[in-house]
Nanobody
């Protein structure tokens, strides 16, 4: 059973930065494709950023140039560095893993990010 635990959310002013972390356990982390999603109130959950097991990345257009996804396989952790935050980035951010062998998916419990002055 894979367990994903997100941390790092909080309240930040527009233009500020936050770094989210997602610590994984119960799996060979280096084989997992990892992603960050977010869900704002009344909206569908959407992909923010993805990093493959080999390190390739892709981003939603709305966050390109502002957010950076990275992973540390030695620490079983994926990060989302968020800069130049906007009020529209306010959402619950979820970590997702997809096993590279059997495509099993797991989700974390989510962490709230609020961008407001």
């Amino acid at each position: 059973q894979v367990r994903l635990v997100e941390s790092g959310g909080g309240l930040v002013q527009p233009g500020g930065s936050l770094r989210l972390s997602c610590a994984a356990s119960g799996t060979i982390f280096s084989r997992e494709h990892m992603a960050w999603y977010r869900q704002a109130p009344g909206k569908q959950r959407e992909l923010v950023a993805h990093i493959g097991s080999g390190g390739s990345t892709n981003y939603a257009n709305s966050v390109k140039g502002r957010f950076t996804i990275s992973r540390d396989n030695a620490k079983n952790t994926v990060y989302l560095q968020m800069n130049s935050l906007k009020p529209e980035d306010t959402a619950v951010y979820y970590c997702k893993s997809t096993n590279g062998m059997n495509l099993t998916v797991y989700w974390g419990q989510g962490t709230q990010v609020t961008v407001s002055s």
